[in-house]
């Protein structure tokens, strides 16, 4: 992802979210069997239940870059690794105030690594907890926010997506293991599946990757954000 600007959701624009196909003859429906019942009716997690797991599995990569690494490249290829940290802290912070659907204004990146110096993963940890918290807030995930009005659970969603794949940006960057956080994967596909074709346009995916038979679902979802799943800095 090359910026933060609003995507607009393809679901949400008034279009069908499938070309329509020929009718066909309905069939009686089957009452569902117990295990498929419980599925169908299984609500779907809170986006601050996904963002809080989400900078869990984040930040102990963050914890580990060092000074030394900070120029490194990423496979981000216009930010090296400051950039891409001081990207991350102003998504974390300007999405707070999106869940209180306030304006924000992504027009310059602070230097935050600057800023905070050796106390930036800590100042880090500090506005993640706050933006699970800004999600958790009553009516967060109601409505529409953002510049171009999105419904609000999808532009929860776009932080997640920031919070997972640029975590494992900066991991392969440094070196670093990292595996997402349950349940954030499945999410990201449905959001993505949504928006990458208007994304793409708006150059904030590049075009999708191929991936192998048998990827997993990590590598399917940075594939599709036009990454290469096997990308080494060296």
Known sequence: MSDRRDIPDETHSGAPAHPAQPARTPRPARTPQPAQAA????????????????????????????????GWPTPCAEYDVRALLNHL??????????????????????????????????????????????????????GLTGGMQ??????????????????WDLARATGRPYTPAEGCVAELRTLVAQMAPTARKMDV???PAPVPPGASDLEVLLAETGRDPHWTAG
Not at 97 to 118: I, N, Q, W
Not at 155 to 165: F, I
């Open 150 to 167: 999105l419904p609000a659970r999808t532009v929860g969603a776009m932080v997640l997506l920031d919070l997972t794949v640029h975590a």
């Open 205 to 207: 995916f590049a075009e």
């Open 39 to 70: 599925h169908a009716t299984r609500p779907a997690p809170p986006i601050s239940a996904l963002l809080d797991a989400a900078a869990g599995a984040a930040l102990p990569v963050l914890r580990e870059v060092r000074d030394d690494q900070l």
């Open 89 to 142: 802290f102003q998504v974390v912070v300007a999405f707070r105030s999106l869940a209180a659907k306030k304006d924000v204004d992504f027009s310059s990146t602070p230097d935050r690594l600057g800023e905070y110096g050796a106390q930036w993963p800590d100042r880090f940890a500090d506005a993640s907890a706050q933006l699970v918290e800004a999600w958790a807030a009553p009516g967060a995930e109601d």
